[in-house]
């Protein structure tokens, strides 16, 4: 009998703190490694609150991020900041998309990003060779001997499998390129002239979009990821001025002093 797996809890006690769960900051990143980690980040302090992590892969759902919230533990990060909306409404400052337009574009963001963009950050850190290099020595700065040195591999061989059964694999090169460039613009044609995907704050869409295009734009690794953004100038200086703002020198990302 199949086992029945249970609801995302929609919300908690808002006096309680969270405790982010991800994997640490490497190379130029504001935030975590994992595209998915740093869109939680940057929308916890979009909404200014307080907020502790750590470096734990042994979530829920096997996967990062998820959180420790009271007595709470919630993975996936849709769910997250659904649950961080519902929980903290009222409490803090948050703007959220209000019309019709602007929730359907949030969840076109949202698919856009997480169904097609992110994929291509493991096709390129991990399964060309130029790019697995960097990878290679990101991770181990992030696992203890002897796991350092076969852990690595291992990861190899799983995003490997993983990106064939996703199917991007699968394609040419130009086939990549056509599914990556249209994809960003249509986050260019969404954004526009604005300073976020909806006025002048920022919102949950910001964060999905920035999670990812931080990525692309400053991973440090042999690819065309970042020449491709930046071929859409609204978006680079989209990332720039969250970077600037919500993770300067002075408070960078907590996932900067974190290891395995």
């Not at 420790?68 to 959220?96: A, C, P, Q, W």
């Not at 130009?174 to 994809?183: A, V």
């Not at 020449?227 to 703002?245: Q, T, Y």
Request: hydrophobic fraction near 35%.
């Amino acid at each position: 009998m199949t086992e029945t797996i249970p609801d995302s809890a929609k919300s908690g006690n808002p006096d309680d703190r969270v405790l982010l769960h991800g994997m640490a900051s490497v190379n130029s990143l504001a935030s975590s490694l994992s595209p998915y980690v740093a869109k939680v980040e940057a929308f916890l302090r979009f909404i200014g609150l307080e907020y502790d992590v750590d470096s734990n892969f042994k979530g829920p759902k096997g996967k990062i991020p998820w959180i420790t919230h009271g007595d709470v533990v919630l993975g996936d990060s849709t769910f997250i900041v659904e649950y961080l909306k519902n929980t903290y409404r009222g409490r803090v400052k948050m703007k959220e998309p209000q019309t019709p337009e602007e929730k359907a574009i949030n969840v076109s963001c949202l698919h856009i990003c997480e169904g097609n963009l992110v994929y291509a950050i493991p096709y390129y850190r991990v399964l060309k060779p130029e790019g697995f290099v960097g990878m290679k020595k990101a991770l181990q700065t992030l696992m203890s001997f002897p796991i350092s040195w076969i852990g690595p591999i291992m990861f190899h061989s799983r995003i490997k499998k993983a990106l064939h059964d996703q199917g991007l694999s699968r394609h040419s090169e130009n086939d990549i390129t056509y599914i990556m460039k249209s994809s960003l613009s249509t986050l260019s044609t969404f954004l526009g002239d604005k300073k976020y995907f909806f006025g002048n704050e920022p919102c949950e869409t910001d964060a999905i979009v920035f999670g990812v295009l931080d990525g692309f734009l400053y991973d440090d690794i042999d690819s065309p990821l970042s020449d491709w953004v930046k071929e859409f100038p609204n978006l680079l200086a989209f990332v720039d001025n969250i970077r600037a703002v919500y993770f300067p020198p002075n408070n960078p990302s907590k996932f900067r002093k974190t290891k395995k």
